[in-house]
C-alpha cells in the first residue's frame, strides 16, 4: 500500500457523520477515520495484521461516502481495495466454507461468460420449475439458507447477446457516434432488458452501438474484495474484446462496474501494454446518463397531462455513481425531462441502501439496518416509482418495498426514458394511447 495516500489523511473526522457504518454504531473504529489509523498502523508495523483488522474492513460498505465528504482528498478505495487484497493475501479469515464460496464465485464462476451463463440458465429452469419456492417451504431448512434462497434474483428470459446484435446503426438519424456497449455480469443475467433500453436510448439519440457478445464481467467484484489480481485478468479480457481506438466512447448503466471501469489503468504497471491500452480506455468509459447530457439527448416529446397522469417518482443515489463517479445532476436532469412526471428528491438519497455488491449476504443485519431506512425515505416521498442506475440497489430496494408491502416501483432512469421513445413511435400524437401506456408502465 502507498504510505502517501495513508498519510493525507489529517484525521480531521468530517467524514464520520456521511459514513453509514460510524452513523449506526457511533463507534470510532467503525468510521474511516479509525480505519485508516489502522490500515496506517499496519503499514508502520505498529500493529499485526489481525483478524479483528480484516473484520473491519469486510464491515466496511466500500460505499465511499468518506471520499466525497473528506476536504483534503483522501482515496479511500485505493486504500480499501489495498487492504482487502493483504487481508485475502494473509489469508488471515479463511476457513473451508469461506474458502470454496470464494473459489466458486469469485475465481470460477465470475471468470467466464460461458459458466456465468450456463449458470443462470439452470437457475432459470430451476426458478420456472417453482423449486425456490417448494425449497423455501421446507420445515427443515435453516432460516439463514431460506433467506439466502430468497435473495437469489429472477434471471432474465434472455441473456443481452441474445436482444442485441454485435453491430446496431440508427434507423431514423444519421450516426454521429460509435459506441461500445458494456452488459455486465449481473446485468445480463438478470437486468438484459435494461441494456436492451440503453441500447435504443443510444440509437435513437444517433449512436452505432458496438456490443460484442463475449464480454463478462469488469471485476470490480474482485477489485472489491480483495482479489486484484483476478480483476487485471478480467479488465485484459475487455481491453481485448473492445476496438476501442475506433470508438468514440465505452457506455456502461451499471454505477458498480462504472466506477472501476474508468481506472482500469491503476491495475497495470506503468510503460506496460495493457497499462497504455488501459489509459486509452478510461478516457472513453462513460456512464450512460453522463454520455447523454454530454451530447445533448433528446428529451421526449412532451404531451399535455390531466393531472391523474401525472406519476410522482423519486430517484435514489447508487453510491458508486455518485460517490465513486460524482454523478449526481444528470441521471435528475434526465428524469426531469419526461412528460408527466412529477419529480420529488429522496431525503438522503445519496445514503447507502445497504446492498453494496454482496455486503448484504456478507452483512445482512446492517444491510438491513440501511435498507429499512431506505424505504422509509421513500415512503415519505409518496411515490410510486423509485429510480435508482444499479442492479444491486434496484434489487435491493425492491426486496425491502415488498417486505414493507408497498406498491412502489424500482426502475433504471434508462429504461423509463426508453418507454417514453417507444410511446412516442408507437402511438403517434394520441395523448390517450400515451396517458395510458404510462399507467401500464408504472403502475
Ligand atoms: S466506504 Fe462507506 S462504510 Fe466504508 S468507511 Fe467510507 S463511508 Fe464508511
Ligand atoms: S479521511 Fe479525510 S475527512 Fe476523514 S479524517 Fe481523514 S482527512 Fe479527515
Known amino acids: 500500500m502507498d504510505p502517501a495516500v495513508i498519510q493525507k489523511c489529517i484525521h480531521c473526522g468530517m467524514c464520520l457523520p456521511s459514513c453509514p457504518t460510524y452513523q449506526e454504531t457511533k463507534i470510532e473504529r467503525n468510521s474511516p477515520r479509525g480505519r485508516i489509523s489502522l490500515m496506517r498502523a499496519i503499514a508502520e508495523k505498529r500493529m499485526d495484521l489481525t483478524a479483528s483488522f480484516a473484520h473491519e474492513l469486510y464491515f466496511c460498505l466500500g460505499c465511499l461516502a468518506c471520499q466525497t465528504a473528506c476536504p483534503v482528498g483522501v482515496d479511500y478505495k485505493t486504500l480499501f481495495e489495498a487492504s482487502r487484497q493483504d487481508i485475502e493475501k494473509s489469508k488471515i479469515l479463511n476457513?473451508?466454507?469461506?474458502?470454496?464460496?470464494?473459489?466458486?464465485?469469485?475465481?470460477?464462476?465470475?471468470?467466464?461468460?460461458?459458466?456465468?451463463?450456463?449458470?443462470?440458465?439452470?437457475?432459470?429452469?430451476?426458478?420456472?420449475?417453482?423449486?425456490?419456492?417448494?425449497?423455501?417451504?421446507?420445515?427443515?431448512?435453516?432460516?439463514?439458507?431460506?433467506?439466502?434462497?430468497?435473495?437469489?434474483?429472477?434471471?432474465?428470459p434472455h441473456f443481452s447477446?441474445?436482444?442485441?446484435?454485435?453491430?446496431?446503426?440508427?434507423?431514423?438519424?444519421?450516426?454521429r457516434w460509435k459506441v461500445g456497449l458494456l452488459t455486465g455480469c449481473v446485468q445480463d443475467l438478470v437486468f438484459s432488458k435494461i441494456n436492451r433500453d440503453t441500447a435504443d436510448v443510444l440509437l435513437y439519440n444517433g449512436c452505432e452501438v458496438i456490443c460484442p457478445p463475449e464480454q463478462g464481467c469488469c471485476g470490480s467484484l474482485h477489485a472489491h474484495n480483495g482479489e486484484l489480481e483476478t480483476a487485471e485478468r478480467l479488465a485484459k479480457k475487455l481491453l481485448?474484446?473492445?476496438?476501442?481506438?475506433?470508438?468514440?466512447?465505452?457506455?456502461?448503466?451499471?454505477?458498480?462496474?462504472?466506477?472501476?471501469?474508468?481506472?482500469?489503468?491503476?491495475?497495470?504497471?506503468?510503460?506496460?501494454?495493457?497499462?497504455?491500452?488501459?489509459?486509452?480506455?478510461?478516457?472513453?468509459?462513460?456512464?450512460?446518463?453522463?454520455?447523454?447530457?454530454?451530447?445533448?439527448?433528446?428529451?421526449?416529446?412532451?404531451?399535455?397531462?390531466?393531472?391523474?397522469?401525472?406519476?410522482?417518482?423519486?430517484?435514489?443515489?447508487?453510491?458508486?455513481?455518485?460517490?465513486?463517479?460524482?454523478?449526481?445532476?444528470?441521471?435528475?436532469?434526465?428524469?426531469?425531462?419526461?412528460?408527466?412526471?412529477?419529480?420529488?428528491?429522496?431525503?438522503?438519497?445519496?445514503?447507502?441502501?445497504?446492498?453494496?455488491?454482496?455486503?448484504?449476504?456478507?452483512?445482512?443485519?446492517?444491510?438491513?439496518?440501511?435498507?429499512?431506512?431506505?424505504?422509509?425515505?421513500?415512503?415519505?416521498?409518496?411515490?410510486?416509482?423509485?429510480?435508482?442506475?444499479?442492479?444491486?440497489?434496484?434489487?435491493?430496494?425492491?426486496?425491502?418495498?415488498?417486505?414493507?408491502?408497498?406498491?412502489i416501483q424500482t426502475i433504471h432512469p434508462i429504461s423509463l426514458l426508453a418507454q417514453y421513445y417507444r410511446m412516442k413511435e408507437r402511438d403517434g400524437g394520441s395523448i390517450e394511447k400515451k396517458e395510458a401506456n404510462l399507467a401500464g408502465l408504472i403502475h
Open 161 to 175: 447477446y441474445e436482444i442485441i446484435s454485435t453491430r446496431e446503426i440508427p434507423i431514423n438519424t444519421p450516426a
Open 240 to 407: 481485448a474484446a473492445f476496438p476501442i481506438e475506433e470508438l468514440d466512447a465505452i457506455i456502461t448503466n451499471s454505477a458498480g462496474c462504472g466506477s472501476h471501469l474508468k481506472h482500469f489503468s491503476d491495475l497495470f504497471p506503468p510503460g506496460t501494454f495493457w497499462r497504455q491500452k488501459a489509459e486509452v480506455w478510461d478516457k472513453k468509459v462513460y456512464d450512460i446518463h453522463e454520455w447523454l447530457i454530454k451530447i445533448g439527448f433528446s428529451p421526449p416529446q412532451a404531451f399535455p397531462c390531466t393531472s391523474q397522469s401525472h406519476t410522482v417518482i423519486t430517484y435514489h443515489d447508487a453510491c458508486h455513481l455518485c460517490h465513486g463517479q460524482k454523478i449526481k445532476n444528470e441521471p435528475r436532469a434526465i428524469l426531469r425531462s419526461l412528460p408527466c412526471i412529477q419529480f420529488i428528491e429522496l431525503e438522503e438519497a445519496d445514503h447507502c441502501c445497504g446492498s453494496a455488491g454482496i455486503y448484504n449476504i456478507l452483512q445482512p443485519e446492517m444491510a438491513h439496518k440501511l435498507l429499512n431506512k431506505k424505504v422509509e425515505k421513500i415512503k415519505k416521498t409518496n411515490a410510486s416509482v423509485v429510480c435508482t442506475a444499479n442492479p444491486g440497489c434496484l434489487l435491493f430496494i425492491e426486496k425491502g418495498l415488498k417486505k414493507h408491502h408497498l406498491n
Open 95 to 156: 476457513n473451508p466454507l469461506r474458502l470454496l464460496a470464494r473459489t466458486f464465485l469469485i475465481k470460477y464462476l465470475f471468470l467466464s461468460s460461458w459458466r456465468l451463463r450456463t449458470f443462470g440458465r439452470l437457475l432459470r429452469i430451476y426458478q420456472r420449475m417453482g423449486l425456490d419456492r417448494f425449497f423455501k417451504s421446507l420445515p427443515f431448512l435453516p432460516a439463514k439458507l431460506k433467506d439466502m434462497l430468497g435473495q437469489l434474483p429472477s434471471i432474465a
